[in-house]
């Protein structure tokens, strides 16, 4: 959902390890879930999708997860790699083409 | 396929002048394209959708007479800050939705600084 004046949390990981990032979403008619990476001073870069007909989704080395019962989406990153440090954003939409809503985000500091 | 240019990267301006951001759809046609301001280490906040050949629509608490959306054409939006005040200053993105799909494909930035 909107996240106004909100800091972005930090989640720090080993090189190696899995990484689990975690969104709530603000709309029960939102059905088309992105979840994207931003580095710094760029814009956002897709990383997985999910439709809200599906549970879980699966990518290289990602894998998104969508609980609808609670509103709730993860990101799980498996063998984090320090290319992987960046924030991560969930975002939301109701129907192709139209706005996209972003949640608060999550930093992720990848420990060599 | 589905890459969107936005221009310029950086612009720097004084305090009361307007500036115009570009952003365009380079491989795809794009009816609605979306503006979204970011302050750092904040999440990207939904400025306005900007509709080809009609009004942009804008979300609550942005003023339009400030921020003023033009999507003359189906490959080009502009969005022009007007009377740029420093605390205006932020970073700029833009994205677009290729024309009844799903996806969304975002700009690179733009990095606003008013002095």
């Known amino acids: 959902g909107e996240s106004v004046g909100l800091h972005l949390p930090t989640l720090s990981v080993q090189e190696g390890d899995n990484s689990i990032i975690n969104c709530a979403y603000s709309?029960?008619?939102?059905?088309?879930f992105i979840w994207y990476k931003q580095e710094s001073g760029k814009g956002p870069q897709f990383i997985i999708d999910?439709?809200?007909?599906?549970d879980k989704r699966q990518g290289q080395r990602v894998t998104v997860l969508l609980n609808k019962t609670v509103k709730h989406l993860s990101l799980q990153i498996a063998a984090t790699q320090p290319g992987d440090s960046a924030v991560y954003f969930c975002?939301?939409?109701?129907?192709?083409?139209?706005?996209?809503?972003f949640g608060a985000g999550t930093i992720l500091r990848v420990k060599s | 396929g589905a890459v969107v240019s936005q221009h310029p990267s950086r612009v720097i301006c004084k305090s009361g002048t307007s500036v115009k951001i570009e952003c365009r759809s380079l491989?795809?046609?794009?009816?609605?394209m979306f503006w979204y301001r970011q302050f750092p280490k904040q999440s990207l906040m939904l400025m306005a959708t900007?509709?080809?050949?009609?009004?942009?629509?804008?979300e609550q608490g942005v003023e339009k007479d400030k921020f003023l959306i033009n999507h003359a054409s189906l490959t080009l939006s502009t969005l022009t800050v007007t009377s740029a005040h420093p605390e205006d200053s932020s970073f700029y993105i833009c994205?677009?939705?290729?024309?009844?799909?799903?996806?969304?494909?975002f700009g690179s930035g733009t990095r606003l600084t008013v002095v």
């Open positions: 491989d795809f046609q794009a009816t609605t």
């Open positions: 900007s509709n080809e050949g009609s009004k942009a629509t804008y």
């Open positions: 999910i439709r809200s007909n599906m």
């Open positions: 994205s677009a939705s290729p024309t009844g799909l799903y996806g969304y494909t």
């Open positions: 709309n029960s008619a939102s059905d088309y």
């Open positions: 975002a939301e939409t109701q129907g192709y083409g139209n706005k996209l809503v």
